[in-house]
């Protein structure tokens, strides 16, 4: 399983930015896939899900409305649409697929994360 | 939402200690605790999901237990490979959540 995240860089406020997952190693359009971020020196801050319909998404208080997840089932690729960015949003972004089958619920595993820095 | 506290928030200990942190969730959350560890400049890897089950691959004096509202998650001897931040996260309720995390420091 490989999960490559892309698409960080410096960004201005009020800017938008889209960040990409390309997975391998699995059959991607079985499995839910998450957003996960990480300001600089805090915690894990859970962003989105996004389940292998490609249809059913949710999102995190803080990102709802600015936020969109998607998949292309058939590319195996994540994405996340971050709209109107601001200096709050500046975080590594890792995308992280959820556990399959019969299992509780977890992240197995996890893209090394793309840093996205907004700042003028 | 779902309040995931962790503590304590920073531990100091030394190889060989036995350690214990908690994660208390401000509703009741059954099982569906999970435990993450990462280390500095990495992505998080899980260590304990369903509140006790091991996942495969991590050493055995990793454990967990609890569940409604009280979990734990022990490590039985800290080798120096140990020492990472670990948190907490429920997937009972969306949006899920995870704890502050706590900084397991020599």
């Known amino acids: 399983v490989h999960l490559v995240e892309s698409g960080g860089g410096v960004v201005q406020p009020g800017r938008s930015l889209r960040l990409s997952c390309a997975a391998s190693?699995?059959?991607?359009?079985?499995?839910?896939l998450h957003w996960v971020r990480q300001a600089p020196g805090k915690g894990l801050e859970w962003v989105a899900v996004?389940?292998?319909?490609?249809?059913?998404?949710y999102y995190g208080d803080s990102v709802r409305g600015r936020l969109t997840i998607s998949r292309d089932n058939p590319k195996n690729m994540l994405y996340l649409q971050i709209n109107n960015l601001r200096a709050d949003d500046t975080a590594v972004y890792y995308c992280?697929?959820?556990?399959?089958?019969?299992?509780?619920?977890?992240?197995?595993?996890w893209g090394q994360g793309t840093l996205v820095t907004v700042s003028s | 939402d779902i309040q995931m506290t962790q503590s304590p928030s920073s531990l100091s200990a030394s190889v060989g200690d036995r350690v214990t942190i908690t994660c208390r969730a401000s509703?009741?959350?059954?099982?569906?605790l999970n435990w993450y560890q990462q280390k500095p400049g990495k992505a998080p890897n899980i260590l304990i999901y369903?509140?006790?089950s091991l996942q495969s691959g991590v050493p055995s004096r990793f454990s967990g237990s609890g569940s409604g509202t009280d979990f734990t998650l022990t490590i039985g001897s800290l080798q120096p490979e140990d020492f990472a931040t670990y948190f907490c996260?429920?997937?009972?309720?969306?949006?899920?959540?995870f704890g502050q995390g706590t900084k397991l420091e020599i």
């Open positions: 992280a697929r959820e556990s399959g089958g019969a299992v509780p619920e977890h992240l197995d595993y």
């Open positions: 369903g509140a006790s």
């Open positions: 190693g699995f059959n991607f359009r079985s499995y839910a």
């Open positions: 509703q009741g959350i059954s099982t569906y």
């Open positions: 996004i389940w292998s319909d490609a249809i059913t998404t």
């Open positions: 996260q429920q997937t009972y309720y969306t949006p899920r959540t």
